[in-house]
Protein backbone atom coordinates (compact mmCIF):
# COMPACT_ATOMS: atom_id res chain seq x y z
CA UNK A 1 0.00 0.00 0.00
CA UNK A 2 1.06 3.91 -0.34
CA UNK A 3 2.34 4.58 2.96
CA UNK A 4 -0.49 7.33 4.82
CA UNK A 5 1.08 9.66 7.14
CA UNK A 6 -1.61 11.63 9.28
CA UNK A 7 -0.29 15.18 10.16
CA UNK A 8 -1.73 17.43 12.78
CA UNK A 9 -2.75 20.92 12.69
CA UNK A 10 -2.35 23.67 13.94
CA UNK A 11 1.55 23.10 13.64
CA UNK A 12 2.34 19.88 14.99
CA UNK A 13 5.92 18.83 14.90
CA UNK A 14 4.38 16.02 12.14
CA UNK A 15 5.33 19.05 10.12
CA UNK A 16 8.95 17.73 9.83
CA UNK A 17 8.17 14.36 8.74
CA UNK A 18 6.23 16.21 5.50
CA UNK A 19 9.21 17.68 5.07
CA UNK A 20 11.32 14.27 5.09
CA UNK A 21 8.68 12.51 3.03
CA UNK A 22 9.52 15.13 0.69
CA UNK A 23 12.76 14.83 0.52
CA UNK A 24 12.67 10.80 0.13
CA UNK A 25 10.38 11.11 -2.69
CA UNK A 26 8.58 8.29 -2.31
CA UNK A 27 5.37 7.76 -2.83
CA UNK A 28 2.77 8.57 0.41
CA UNK A 29 -0.62 10.42 0.92
CA UNK A 30 -1.66 12.42 3.66
CA UNK A 31 -4.53 12.55 6.15
CA UNK A 32 -5.18 15.98 8.38
CA UNK A 33 -5.92 15.39 11.83
CA UNK A 34 -7.70 18.47 13.63
CA UNK A 35 -6.28 19.11 16.88
CA UNK A 36 -7.87 18.60 19.61
CA UNK A 37 -11.14 17.48 17.80
CA UNK A 38 -9.81 14.47 15.30
CA UNK A 39 -7.15 13.43 17.09
CA UNK A 40 -9.30 12.27 20.18
CA UNK A 41 -12.00 10.66 17.94
CA UNK A 42 -12.47 6.84 18.28
CA UNK A 43 -11.33 6.75 15.19
CA UNK A 44 -8.21 7.88 15.25
CA UNK A 45 -7.64 6.25 17.98
CA UNK A 46 -8.30 3.30 15.54
CA UNK A 47 -4.67 4.13 13.97
CA UNK A 48 -3.21 5.46 17.34
CA UNK A 49 -4.43 4.67 20.46
CA UNK A 50 -2.72 7.37 21.96
CA UNK A 51 -4.28 10.03 20.60
CA UNK A 52 -1.07 11.97 19.36
CA UNK A 53 0.20 12.67 15.68
CA UNK A 54 2.32 12.06 13.77
CA UNK A 55 1.10 8.33 12.98
CA UNK A 56 2.29 6.61 9.47
CA UNK A 57 0.85 3.50 8.02
CA UNK A 58 3.78 2.01 6.16
CA UNK A 59 4.07 0.37 2.97
CA UNK A 60 2.84 -2.72 4.66
CA UNK A 61 -0.27 -1.59 6.51
CA UNK A 62 1.88 -1.48 10.06
CA UNK A 63 1.21 1.90 12.13
CA UNK A 64 4.20 3.32 12.80
CA UNK A 65 4.03 6.63 15.92
CA UNK A 66 6.03 8.89 17.63
CA UNK A 67 7.87 11.59 15.54
CA UNK A 68 11.57 9.82 16.04
CA UNK A 69 10.62 6.07 15.27
CA UNK A 70 8.69 7.65 11.81
CA UNK A 71 12.11 9.52 10.77
CA UNK A 72 14.37 6.38 11.73
CA UNK A 73 11.73 4.09 9.32
CA UNK A 74 11.81 7.05 6.77
CA UNK A 75 15.53 7.15 7.35
CA UNK A 76 15.84 3.64 6.69
CA UNK A 77 14.49 4.03 3.19
CA UNK A 78 16.25 7.18 2.66
CA UNK A 79 19.92 5.88 3.11
CA UNK A 80 20.60 6.22 -0.81
CA UNK A 81 19.68 9.86 -0.65
CA UNK A 82 21.66 10.56 2.78
CA UNK A 83 19.05 11.11 4.43
CA UNK A 84 19.70 8.19 6.70
CA UNK A 85 22.40 5.44 7.72
CA UNK A 86 22.99 1.74 7.79
CA UNK A 87 22.54 0.84 11.43
CA UNK A 88 26.13 0.77 13.91
CA UNK A 89 27.52 3.27 11.66
CA UNK A 90 29.01 6.24 13.14
CA UNK A 91 26.41 8.40 11.03
CA UNK A 92 23.28 6.60 12.56
CA UNK A 93 24.32 7.42 15.99
CA UNK A 94 24.90 11.00 15.59
CA UNK A 95 21.75 10.98 13.54
CA UNK A 96 19.82 9.68 16.43
CA UNK A 97 21.40 11.64 19.13
CA UNK A 98 20.40 15.16 17.18
CA UNK A 99 16.65 13.16 16.91
CA UNK A 100 17.37 12.67 20.75
CA UNK A 101 18.24 16.61 21.46
CA UNK A 102 15.19 17.97 19.27
CA UNK A 103 12.73 15.54 20.93
CA UNK A 104 13.77 15.73 24.60
CA UNK A 105 14.99 18.53 24.90
CA UNK A 106 14.37 20.98 22.32
CA UNK A 107 10.57 20.18 21.84
CA UNK A 108 10.03 19.87 24.85
CA UNK A 109 10.94 22.74 25.72
CA UNK A 110 8.05 24.65 24.47
CA UNK A 111 5.96 21.83 26.57
CA UNK A 112 5.09 24.86 29.47
CA UNK A 113 4.66 27.78 26.83
CA UNK A 114 2.14 25.30 25.01
CA UNK A 115 0.54 24.12 28.20
CA UNK A 116 -0.48 28.32 29.28
CA UNK A 117 -1.52 28.88 25.50
CA UNK A 118 -3.76 25.30 25.35
CA UNK A 119 -5.70 26.01 28.77
CA UNK A 120 -6.04 29.76 28.81
CA UNK A 121 -3.58 30.73 31.88
CA UNK A 122 -3.63 33.60 33.48
CA UNK A 123 -2.57 35.60 36.34
CA UNK A 124 0.24 34.59 38.66
CA UNK A 125 0.14 30.39 36.47
CA UNK A 126 0.96 32.18 33.72
CA UNK A 127 3.54 33.86 34.47
CA UNK A 128 5.08 31.35 36.82
CA UNK A 129 4.89 28.60 32.87
CA UNK A 130 5.81 31.80 30.54
CA UNK A 131 9.07 32.25 32.80
CA UNK A 132 10.12 28.55 33.15
CA UNK A 133 9.62 27.93 29.48
CA UNK A 134 11.39 31.12 28.42
CA UNK A 135 14.44 29.61 30.39
CA UNK A 136 14.03 26.01 28.45
CA UNK A 137 14.02 27.77 25.42
CA UNK A 138 16.61 29.98 25.81
CA UNK A 139 18.43 27.34 27.19
CA UNK A 140 17.73 24.90 24.43
CA UNK A 141 18.46 27.29 21.89
CA UNK A 142 22.01 28.44 23.33
CA UNK A 143 22.68 24.39 23.04
CA UNK A 144 21.70 23.97 19.62
CA UNK A 145 23.57 26.97 18.44
CA UNK A 146 26.55 25.81 20.16
CA UNK A 147 26.09 22.32 18.47
CA UNK A 148 25.17 23.55 15.17
CA UNK A 149 28.34 25.91 15.24
CA UNK A 150 29.33 27.01 11.44
CA UNK A 151 28.25 23.96 9.90
CA UNK A 152 25.65 23.89 6.96
CA UNK A 153 23.64 21.26 8.62
CA UNK A 154 22.83 20.01 11.65
CA UNK A 155 25.04 16.88 11.23
CA UNK A 156 27.55 18.43 8.90
CA UNK A 157 27.74 18.53 5.26
CA UNK A 158 24.48 17.23 4.17
CA UNK A 159 21.10 17.68 4.71
CA UNK A 160 19.75 15.04 7.43
CA UNK A 161 16.07 14.09 9.09
CA UNK A 162 17.24 15.81 11.97
CA UNK A 163 16.64 19.26 9.88
CA UNK A 164 13.63 18.39 8.75
CA UNK A 165 12.46 17.78 12.07
CA UNK A 166 14.21 20.90 13.65
CA UNK A 167 12.17 23.33 11.07
CA UNK A 168 8.76 21.96 12.49
CA UNK A 169 9.71 22.92 15.94
CA UNK A 170 12.03 25.35 15.52
CA UNK A 171 8.70 27.79 13.80
CA UNK A 172 6.76 27.44 17.33
CA UNK A 173 9.09 30.65 18.36
CA UNK A 174 5.95 32.38 16.45
CA UNK A 175 3.22 31.29 18.80
CA UNK A 176 5.21 32.11 21.79
CA UNK A 177 7.49 35.41 21.97
CA UNK A 178 10.09 34.20 24.30
CA UNK A 179 12.82 34.32 22.15
CA UNK A 180 14.38 35.92 18.72
CA UNK A 181 16.24 33.80 16.86
CA UNK A 182 18.19 35.74 15.58
CA UNK A 183 20.27 35.92 18.94
CA UNK A 184 20.96 32.33 17.63
CA UNK A 185 23.06 33.51 14.07
CA UNK A 186 23.69 29.95 13.44
CA UNK A 187 20.44 28.79 14.15
CA UNK A 188 18.96 31.82 12.31
CA UNK A 189 20.97 31.12 9.06
CA UNK A 190 20.19 27.35 9.30
CA UNK A 191 15.89 28.26 9.83
CA UNK A 192 16.10 30.59 6.30
CA UNK A 193 17.62 27.87 4.33
CA UNK A 194 15.38 25.15 5.24
CA UNK A 195 12.14 27.63 4.77
CA UNK A 196 13.25 28.42 1.18
CA UNK A 197 13.34 24.53 0.37
CA UNK A 198 10.68 23.49 -1.41
CA UNK A 199 9.55 20.49 0.66
CA UNK A 200 9.18 23.04 3.33
CA UNK A 201 7.26 25.72 0.89
CA UNK A 202 5.06 22.26 0.11
CA UNK A 203 4.69 21.12 4.28
CA UNK A 204 3.12 24.78 4.88
CA UNK A 205 0.94 25.13 2.31
CA UNK A 206 -0.29 21.97 3.15
CA UNK A 207 -1.23 22.76 6.41
CA UNK A 208 -2.78 26.47 6.03
CA UNK A 209 -4.59 24.47 2.65
CA UNK A 210 -3.39 26.56 -0.22
CA UNK A 211 -2.28 25.47 -3.28
CA UNK A 212 0.67 22.82 -2.97
CA UNK A 213 3.24 22.19 -5.33
CA UNK A 214 4.84 18.74 -4.23
CA UNK A 215 8.37 17.94 -5.74
CA UNK A 216 8.45 14.59 -3.89
CA UNK A 217 5.68 11.66 -4.59
CA UNK A 218 2.71 12.90 -3.04
CA UNK A 219 0.02 11.66 -3.95
CA UNK A 220 -2.93 13.57 -2.39
CA UNK A 221 -4.70 13.81 1.02
CA UNK A 222 -7.14 11.24 2.44
CA UNK A 223 -9.83 11.30 4.86
CA UNK A 224 -9.74 9.47 8.24
CA UNK A 225 -12.88 8.53 7.78
CA UNK A 226 -11.78 6.66 4.55
CA UNK A 227 -8.75 5.24 6.04
CA UNK A 228 -10.75 3.58 8.74
CA UNK A 229 -13.21 2.05 6.45
CA UNK A 230 -10.35 0.52 4.20
CA UNK A 231 -9.02 -1.04 7.94
CA UNK A 232 -12.42 -2.46 8.68
CA UNK A 233 -12.29 -4.25 5.30
CA UNK A 234 -9.22 -5.53 5.59
CA UNK A 235 -9.95 -6.99 9.26
Known amino acids: ?5 FYGVPSGCSFGSIVALEWLAAPYRLCRIEMPGDVTSAAYRRINPLAETPSLL ?44 LNTSFFSAFSPLWHALEHGSAGAEKQALTAYGRGS ?3 AHANLEALLGDQPWLLGERRSLADAYFIGIARWTA ?13 QRLYEK ?6 VIFAHA ?20 QVVAGLRRVA
Do not use: C, W
Open 58 to 101: SANGEPISESVAILNHLGALGIEQGLGFAQGSREFDRLNQMLGY
Open 194 to 199: LEADPA
Open 137 to 139: VEK
Open 206 to 225: IEHRQPAVSTGGFQGEVALE
Open 175 to 187: YHDVVDRHDYPNL
Open 1 to 5: MTPIL
